[in-house]
């Protein structure tokens, strides 16, 4: 089973982020006290933010090409696909990414 959701925490005492993919979509929430159950409603990561962290190859960009493999992620990055649901469409990998995957022979 797949983990589908992403908590980064700087550790700082700054509020943590939480990501999710649900039904195809991206979704952040800030959690202000992470020992508490109050949280922000989530909210969908809008095309032009998923772009900002590819293009920076932040954390969240890696775990996503993870998740959601490199063609589903760059379709959610471009401006029309907040309307559309990916959830059901197989996902591609690039070469290099499928051999990353597959186990290492020793």
């Known amino acids: ?36 159950t109050t949280q922000s409603d989530w909210k969908a990561v809008s095309p032009e933010e998923l772009s900002e962290h590819v293009m920076s190859g932040t ?6 090409r993870r998740r959601m493999g490199i063609f589903r992620l760059v379709r959610a990055c471009s401006s029309d696909a907040s309307s559309t649901n990916y959830s059901d469409d197989p996902t591609l990998l690039m070469e290099a990414d499928r051999n990353s995957l597959l186990p290492k022979n020793t």
């Open 59 to 64: 954390i969240l960009s890696l775990w996503l």
């Open 1 to 36: 089973m797949a983990c589908n959701s992403l908590r980064i925490d700087a550790g700082d005492g700054s509020p943590v982020m939480d990501y999710r993919i649900e039904n195809g979509h991206v979704e952040s929430r800030i959690s202000f006290f992470p020992e508490e």
